[in-house]
């Protein structure tokens, strides 16, 4: 089979092209000996199929960042018919010497001048002919966005195909020799490129002189971010729960009486174990896609980059950037997508850092939680504070987290990002991205969020004649095991079980409570109150905050750091730091007499 | 002592004389287009410390003063000298 791929800067545009030439049929890949997925998807080119391979956005062959090797490997080891060139129309006087490069890998090289538009309004004046003329390959403007010259481009990627029928690899001698292209570049530019001395300020420079202002810059980012907080949230979260409902109501109209006559263990498997699981996996769907429409936004439209310069200063002393806090404000609301967000960083050591960080953010399910139980433990007028508390501890620890484990996740890449100019980005393309983040988690933590649920539901419910959640299961006799555990932080075996069900969700963690002292939901807060002092309830929160927020979000870290390491230690130390703070509150209570 | 780009007033014009930095992130910034000759201006500066923004050619780039404090520029005289 025919192969293309696509090779370009960051911010030209390259993936937007990517999906108006490959429509919706684009698939996640692995090649071997790359470590990263790179989209792929096949179409008919010149009546034949061909294999269309979007490469990572790079400055630089000869570099050593992780994407400049990926690109690297892959060229090296794939061979292709060609090699589609995306450059930024209107930063031609620096990305040429992508071109320069790419002409010395003896590989067929077509290349697509993109954001023709923005060029023409800047007062750039581009002569392709002499470019093709002095590059030796094809050359043509167009706008991938606005499907410009789009039918053009096309004709000369299949006229290119035709002219180069044989695979060829690129020369790896090619990447090694780092060739001092400046007086090329220079005389390349010069001669084929036109701009005006002076250009004129840009709508963009007019939006940042409010939007990067010294004071303004900040309350207007929180102003920004919180907007988009209440509509990812505000939409996604009652949606979340309407599906739960939804779920619920199926399983005992539908689902129960048609399992009734089978027997009690498969019964049980298939109503609470594989059916929760499935539920559990599908009523992320909305808010993940809701996430991923206003992160397009963010990042489309040019915003994301004007994070990082106005909050650099506070994350850089964290060993972090802009991204991350980000990121780490949505994990607010839910922690799973903010972690799949963490894919906009290119270091795989900031990513890993940020990944670590992100579930100490008390999410939305934890904030239930808490919201019952200190209504139920405290009076009302400490109640607030308690939970102000716990948002306080949530964000002191995550910068804890970053400070004491940035020196294993070292990120070499200085912060060097471009500032692209103020973008509207086009339905179509948050659509995109929104549609492909969705099904990236269903087929990536699905399956594992389905298996997880399962063992709790096992462990909670085996043997099958004893009361489920009592102490006769698994789950009891493994509480009454770990009893040394949790009895220096005031829990006692029933507490210990809820945490085992938390481990799957914390919106369970109630219900659990609630099957647990065998009470209804109702009757649960008086229970509560009469069982647990407020020493014991604190450390009961404390531990609910800290440890693993669910299984989902270990399902998305394993998905996307795919890093075995990264994954145990996203569990391990948020335990280890739970039972860490709770025992310290709870002996320093005791020892204060309360 | 050489002016470097951390140091150079906000809005004025000056050219890359050199960049004082390694291999890797020489290649990474020529990427970007800060490279010897080239043109940059401070557009602005981060609060707290953080970061500028440079104005190199048609592309503009956020760096961090540290990065920026290893490159060293001349500043453009604002009238054409005349001969």
Known sequence: ?594 | MPLTLSDLPTGMPATVLALHVGMEQGRRMAGMGLRPGMHVRVIRRSPFSGPLQVRVGHTDIILRRSDASRIEVVPETRQPVQA
């Open chain 1, 1 to 594: 089979m025919k192969r293309v791929a696509l090779l370009g800067m960051p911010n030209t545009g390259k993936s937007t092209f990517f999906n108006r030439l490959t429509g919706a049929g684009a698939r996640v890949g692995n090649w071997p000996g790359i470590t990263v997925d790179l989209l792929s998807a096949r179409i008919l080119l010149a009546g034949q199929m061909v294999e269309v391979v979007d490469l990572p956005g790079i400055y630089n062959l000869h570099g050593f960042s992780e994407d400049e090797q990926v690109v690297r490997r892959f060229l090296e080891t794939q061979p292709v018919n060609l090699l589609v060139l995306i450059l930024n129309a209107s930063q031609l006087d620096r990305q040429l010497a992508l071109a320069l490069q790419a002409r010395q890998l003896g590989v067929p090289l077509l290349i697509l001048l993109n954001m023709a538009d923005e060029a023409r309004k800047l007062g750039i004046a581009i002569d392709t002919d002499t470019l093709e003329r002095m590059l030796g390959s094809p050359v043509r403007l167009m706008s991938a966005k606005f499907g410009t010259h789009h039918r053009e481009a096309i004709q000369a990627l299949e006229d290119a195909l035709r002219a180069h029928p044989e695979l060829r690899r690129a020369d790896a001698q090619a990447f090694r020799e780092d060739l001092h292209i400046e007086r090329a570049l220079d005389r390349l530019v010069s001669e084929s490129v036109h701009t005006p001395v002076q250009i004129p300020p840009t709508v963009t420079d007019r939006l940042d002189q409010v939007m990067l202002h010294p004071w303004l810059g900040i309350p207007i980012l929180l102003l920004i971010l919180f907007a988009l907080f209440q509509t990812v949230y505000g939409l996604g979260t009652p949606l979340q729960d309407g599906m739960e409902w939804l779920f619920g109501h199926l399983r005992a109209a539908l689902l129960e009486p048609a399992v009734a006559d089978l027997p009690r263990g498969l019964r049980s498997f298939l109503a609470e174990g594989l059916y929760d699981g499935l539920s559990t996996v599908l009523t992320f769907l909305p808010v993940i896609a809701l996430f991923f429409l206003a992160m397009a936004i963010v990042e489309d439209s040019g915003y994301l980059a004007r994070v990082a310069f106005l909050v650099d200063a506070l994350m850089s002393r964290l060993g972090l950037d802009g991204r991350a806090f980000v990121m780490q404000l949505m994990g607010f609301g839910c922690n799973v997508p903010a972690i799949m967000g963490t894919r906009i960083m290119r270091s795989r050591n900031l990513r890993a850092l940020t990944m670590l960080v992100i579930p100490f953010s008390l999410c939305s399910a934890r904030l239930q939680v808490f919201l019952f139980i200190t209504t139920a433990v405290f009076t009302p007028t400490v109640a607030p504070f308690v939970l102000l508390g716990l948002y306080v501890l949530s964000i002191v620890l995550a910068m804890l987290t970053a400070l004491l484990w940035r020196g294993r996740y070292v990120s070499h890449e200085p912060l060097l990002l471009e500032l692209p100019p103020y973008r509207l980005p086009t339905a179509r393309f948050l659509l995109h991205e929104s549609w492909r983040a969705t099904l990236q988690f269903l087929r990536g933590a699905g399956g594992f969020i389905v298996l997880g649920v399962i063992l709790v539901w096992f462990l909670t419910h085996y043997p099958f004649e004893a009361q489920p959640a009592g102490p006769a299961t698994l789950a009891g006799r493994l509480a009454d095991w770990l009893e040394p555990v949790f009895a220096p932080i005031g829990l006692d075996n029933l507490l210990a079980i809820a945490l085992l069900f938390g481990f799957v969700a914390k919106e369970i963690v109630i219900g659990a409570l609630a099957v647990i002292y065998s009470a209804g939901p109702d009757q649960l807060q008086a229970i509560l109150a009469s069982r647990l002092d407020s020493v014991q309830a604190m450390s009961f929160l404390l531990f609910t905050l800290i440890y693993t927020p669910c299984l989902s979000t270990i399902a998305t870290i394993r998905q996307e750091g795919r890093d075995w390491r990264l994954t145990v230690l996203s569990v391990a130390w948020p335990l280890l730091l739970a039972w860490g703070v709770s025992f310290t509150f709870v002996q320093v209570a005791r020892a204060l007499g309360y």
